[in-house]
């Protein structure tokens, strides 16, 4: 399947999905079950991975700041804008595109062998709202909260590493997080959410549920939907940035 082709069809598909549901209730209870499965279903890793993100940030920081010149608030400060502006949003999202993203394109590219999708094609169910259109709304529900949750938990861990280790007094480091603080890096990091998770659902989505096979089919599918998403987050990483800090 050649680029433009690929890039076609992923077009109609968001297009198709945009439609009036045969019975909301229904895709009530789809978007409902999305919701638990992408958002509780990643909470631990991504709780796991945001507080060491942020305990190993403040040791490297640190460990980096030898200069008597500065004061030892930076590191809180650089701790700070590191979590909010690229690890919370961006590395939490690559680790949800294996995550979600794999689990997604499994899921659709099995009904897709099984011919569960072409059962409800032939009872008169727009597939393409009723399954994808739950996942990705359900994603830009859940998936930025669980971005500001790994911000607020890197900066914790940062303050807790820095703590444990006596490299930052928590009062010293409770200081650095105020100062000269830009609320528009949060604003930043809330748009960087919303469009990597539409990105995460809606790729994974369109690998799925065009899958053509069998089972090998599904796995290379899978891994081509994660490694796509991946390469499409941060080039869009980049334009974003490119995009917004230069004015923000």
């Given amino acids: 399947m050649s680029f433009i082709t690929a890039f076609g069809r992923y077009v109609l598909m968001l297009k198709e999905m945009i439609s009036k549901p ?7 209870k789809e978007f409902m079950h999305q919701c638990v499965e992408i958002g509780v279903g990643s909470l631990g890793i991504v709780v796991i991975i945001s507080f060491f993100i942020g305990a190993v940030s403040t040791v490297q920081t640190a460990y ?22 690229e690890f919370a949003p961006t590395l939490v999202c690559i680790v949800l ?4 993203g794999s689990k997604i394109a499994s899921e659709l590219g099995n009904m897709r062998v099984s011919e569960q999708i072409d059962a409800l094609e032939i009872m008169g169910i727009n597939t393409k709202t009723y399954l994808v259109l739950p996942k990705i709304a359900a994603a830009l529900l859940m998936i930025p909260g669980l971005i500001v949750l790994s911000a607020a938990l890197g900066i914790w ?39 990597f998770c539409f990105i995460i659902t809606s790729i994974s989505a369109f690998f799925g549920f065009y ?18 998403s991946c390469i499409t987050i941060l080039g869009a990483d980049y334009i974003l940035s490119l995009l917004l800090l230069s004015n923000g």
């Fill in 22 to 28: 045969e019975n909301p209730s229904m895709y009530w």
């Fill in 64 to 85: 980096q700041l030898v200069s008597p010149l500065i004061p030892q608030y930076a590191i809180a400060q650089i701790v700070r804008e590191t979590v909010i502006l």
């Fill in 97 to 100: 595109a294996g995550v979600v």
């Fill in 157 to 195: 861990g940062g303050r807790v590493a820095g703590s444990l280790t006596g490299i930052i007094p928590p009062s010293v480091y409770d200081m650095g997080l105020r100062v000269n603080f830009n609320s528009f890096s949060v604003y930043f990091m809330l748009i960087k959410s919303y469009v």
């Fill in 211 to 228: 899958v053509e096979g069998g089972s090998l089919e599904i796995g290379q599918s899978s891994t081509r939907a994660v490694v796509i």
